[in-house]
């Protein structure tokens, strides 16, 4: 009785926590690149609760143990499906059509990944995402690039003034990782790398596993609506019958304490 008060406290917070990775999920549903989070549940390690036997029952019965669940916990992973593709005409715009993350390199160097291609040109001429952070391949754009055209295979090249024959600038690699929902989300839709992803593996578009570039698409959010309702609808159930264990208890709690020796 007594443990079904923290089990059912386990249930909540596990149930909350559900809740909380759904609001997220809904309130991206219109980021690019934004991948949901996917919640799993956990039992708690079991506790050995020892069986109270007679002094005279055989020392292997009397030292019997029965396992009992201690609850359980939720886990919030990163989804590893991919969101719509959108046209939007814009020559910087690319999705990836496939697997892999865009790597990118922070304000104090550290590399990100992130499936969002609303590509710019940053105050140091290289290409960068939304948020000013260079790709790691570390491509420069001339400001009087035109005509920019990126390959399916990530290659990048324009026209320069006063010529006609397109110039490589550079190739956008990819990269991808044994273990991509393990990825922790760090904000501006891009994520990290935690010993659990793997060793990440670099390379072009379209070999390797790797998904192919797409200019003029971006990748929308993978949330769906209707699914994460559902989830909801679910989720609070969950925690309304925890708070009903824990309600219980506590009034058998109550009804021991109120016993009385007559």
Do not use: C
């Not at 997220?24 to 989070?37: C, E, K, L, M």
């Amino acid at each position: 009785m007594f443990d079904s008060l923290y089990i059912g406290a386990t249930g909540m917070v596990a149930h909350q926590n559900e809740l909380d990775a759904i609001a997220n999920n809904i309130a991206n549903i219109n980021t690019v690149g934004f991948r949901r989070g996917v919640v799993s549940f956990e039992e708690v390690s079991s506790q050995l609760i020892p069986t109270a036997l007679g002094p005279l029952a055989p020392a292997a019965v009397r030292n019997a143990a029965s396992a009992q669940g201690a609850g359980s916990v939720a886990q919030t992973s990163l989804s590893t499906l991919a969101g719509p593709l959108e046209s939007t005409g814009q020559g910087l715009d690319v999705a990836i059509n496939g697997a892999g993350f865009f790597e990118v390199l922070g304000h104090d160097g550290t590399p990100a990944y992130t499936r969002a291609g609303s590509l710019q040109v940053n105050s140091d001429g290289l290409l960068a995402t939304a948020d000013g952070s260079p790709l790691a391949s570390q491509i420069r754009v001339p400001a009087d690039a035109q005509s920019i055209v990126i390959g399916a295979d990530g290659k990048l090249t324009a026209t320069l003034p006063n010529s006609t024959t397109p110039v490589l600038l550079g190739r956008i690699e990819l990269v991808n990782f044994p273990n991509p929902a393990a990825l922790t989300a760090v904000g501006n839709t891009q994520y990290t790398a935690p010993p659990e992803a793997g060793t990440a593996q670099t390379a072009a578009p379209g070999t390797q596993g790797l998904g192919q570039l797409q200019q003029g698409y971006l990748e929308t959010s993978d949330v769906q609506m209707t699914q994460e309702m559902v989830t909801l609808m679910l989720a609070q159930r969950g925690y309304e019958l925890n708070s009903k264990v824990v309600q219980a208890a506590d009034q058998l709690w109550s009804l021991v304490n109120g016993l009385t020796h007559s």
